[in-house]
C-alpha cells in the first residue's frame, strides 16, 4: 500500500471513531421500583358458595409487613393475630399461605404506582366437600369513628333459631364481651366450641363482631334493645343466618353441658380405638405403651382452630404428668382420604405446638366416620373432644368442645382438666 493511501485510510478510520463517540450513548436503566404493601390494611371476604343465597361481609385487618429476610402478614381480629406462614412478592401480586389449613390468600394490586391502595383477589381452602373460593378486597386501613360511650354487660346468654324459625341445632350458648375505648371484644361459646375472639364496634346501640381466621367466616349484628338484651343475627356460614335474642346474666353456664354431651355406651367396658401413625403402624389401646397408664385421647383435626386452642395445654399436661403415668394420644379426623396430604398437616400442627405425645391418623369428617371408628363412643358432637381413660383403659370422663382463651375462662378449664387428671393417676 502506498503511502498516501495508507494516510488516506487511517484519516477515515479516525473519522468514523470520532463520529461514534460524538454519538449521544444509552443510559443504563433503572430497574422498575417494587410495589410497597406494608400497612395495616382493612380486608373484606365475601362469604358465599355456589348455589346459596345468603351471602355476607366479614371485615377482618390484614397487617403486612417488611423483615431483613423479607416480609410477614397476619390476620389481626383485634387483640388476636393468625401469622401466614410464607409471604410471596411478585410484582403486583401478594400470595400469603396458611399451611395448617392448606389454604392460600392471593392478592393483586388494583390502584397505585408505587404504593398500593387496593388490594383484590381471593381466599381458597381445602374442605371435606373440595376447594373453597373467597372474593377478598382490601384497602388501607383507617381510624374510624370512635364509639359512643355506651356500657355493655360482660355476660349474656344468647338464644338461637334457624332461618326455617325453630331452635338451632345448639340453641343456646353463653357469650363474654369486653368493651373497651374503641372496639368490642369477646366469643359466644357453644357446648361444640367457642367461636374464638371476636371482634367488632358499639355505635348508638348497633353492635357489629366479626371473625376471619382462616376457617371461621363470621359475622354478628345486633341491636341493643335495652342493657340488658340484644336481638339480631348470626353468621356462622353461607346459608346459614342464626336469629338470636340474648339477655344479661350473671350466672354463666359452667362445663356440666360439656362434659354431658357424649358419653360412652358402656363406662365399665375397655375402651377401644386404632389409628396409623407416620409408619403406617397400626396403634390402639392395647399397645405396650398404654398399658398401666391413665391416657388422654384427644380427637382432633389440624383444620379445627378449637382444637389449635387446646393443643399447647394437652403438651403442657403431658410434660406435668408423664412421670406420674400419663400418655396423651392424638387422633385426628382429616377433610379427605389423601393420606400423604393428611400425614403433612398433621406434621405441620406438630411442628407449630411442640407436640411430642404421638398423633395419629384415625379417620375422616365424612358422615358416619366416627361412629365407624369408635363405636362405643354415643352422641359425638364436637372437635376436639378429650377422652379420660383410668388405669384399666376405661373411659372416666368424655369432655365435648374446648373453652379457649377468648372465654375469658380458659383457666377454669385448665384446672377442670388437671383436677381429673390429678384423681385418676391417684389412684393405683
Not at 487511517?10 to 454519538?23: G, P
Request: glycine share 8%; net charge negative.
Amino acid at each position: 500500500m502506498s503511502l498516501p493511501r495508507a494516510l488516506l485510510l487511517a484519516t477515515l478510520v479516525a473519522s468514523f471513531s470520532l463520529t461514534l463517540q460524538a454519538q449521544p450513548q444509552p443510559t443504563p436503566q433503572s430497574a422498575p421500583q417494587a410495589m410497597n404493601f406494608t400497612g395495616a390494611w382493612q380486608a373484606e371476604i365475601v362469604a358465599a358458595r355456589p348455589g346459596i343465597e345468603d351471602s355476607y361481609r366479614v371485615p377482618v385487618v390484614l397487617v403486612v409487613e417488611r423483615t431483613q429476610s423479607g416480609m410477614t402478614a397476619a390476620l389481626a381480629n383485634g387483640s388476636d393475630r393468625i401469622a401466614f406462614n410464607s409471604v410471596q412478592r411478585v410484582g403486583q401480586t401478594l400470595t400469603l399461605h396458611l399451611d395448617q389449613y392448606d389454604a392460600v390468600l392471593t392478592l393483586h394490586c388494583t390502584q397505585g404506582v408505587k404504593i398500593c391502595s387496593r388490594l383484590e383477589g381471593e381466599y381458597s381452602r381445602q374442605r371435606s366437600t373440595g376447594v373453597s373460593h373467597y372474593a377478598v378486597t382490601a384497602t388501607r386501613q383507617r381510624h374510624g369513628e370512635p364509639m359512643d360511650h355506651a356500657t355493655l354487660a360482660p355476660d349474656w346468654q344468647f338464644a338461637f333459631t334457624g332461618p326455617d324459625g325453630k331452635p338451632a341445632s345448639e340453641p343456646t350458648a353463653p357469650g363474654h364481651f369486653t368493651l373497651q375505648a374503641d372496639r368490642v371484644e369477646g366469643t359466644i361459646a357453644p357446648v361444640s366450641g367457642d367461636y374464638g375472639l371476636l371482634h367488632g364496634t358499639l355505635r348508638q346501640g348497633e353492635l357489629h363482631l366479626s371473625r376471619f381466621d382462616g376457617i371461621h367466616l363470621l359475622r354478628l349484628d345486633g341491636h341493643l334493645v335495652s342493657p340488658e338484651r340484644i336481638e339480631g343475627v348470626f353468621h356462622v356460614s353461607p346459608g346459614n343466618p342464626l336469629s338470636f335474642v340474648a339477655t344479661s346474666t350473671t350466672a354463666p353456664e359452667g362445663f356440666a353441658e360439656a362434659e354431658q354431651l357424649t358419653h360412652v355406651e358402656d363406662p365399665k367396658a375397655i375402651f377401644h380405638f386404632h389409628a396409623e401413625d407416620a409408619t403406617g403402624a397400626i396403634i390402639t389401646e392395647a399397645d405396650p405403651r398404654l398399658q398401666g397408664k391413665v391416657v388422654l385421647l384427644d380427637m382432633f383435626g389440624t383444620w379445627c382452630p378449637n382444637c389449635q386452642d387446646e393443643a399447647p395445654l394437652l403438651q403442657a399436661m403431658y410434660e406435668k404428668y408423664r412421670g406420674r403415668g400419663l400418655e396423651v394420644v392424638g387422633l385426628s379426623y382429616e377433610y379427605t382420604n389423601d393420606r400423604a396430604r393428611s400425614l403433612r398437616l398433621i406434621e405441620i400442627y406438630r411442628k407449630k405446638f411442640g407436640i411430642t405425645f404421638p398423633l395419629l391418623l384415625a379417620g375422616t369428617t365424612d358422615k358416619g366416620e366416627v361412629e365407624r371408628t369408635l363405636p362405643q363412643l354415643k352422641n359425638f358432637g364436637a372437635f376436639p373432644t378429650t377422652i379420660f381413660l383410668d388405669r384399666h383403659g376405661r373411659a372416666r370422663l368424655v369432655h365435648a368442645g374446648f373453652t379457649g382463651p377468648a372465654t375469658g375462662r380458659f383457666e377454669e378449664v385448665r384446672h377442670s382438666f388437671e383436677r381429673t387428671l390429678d384423681e385418676l393417676l391417684s389412684k393405683p
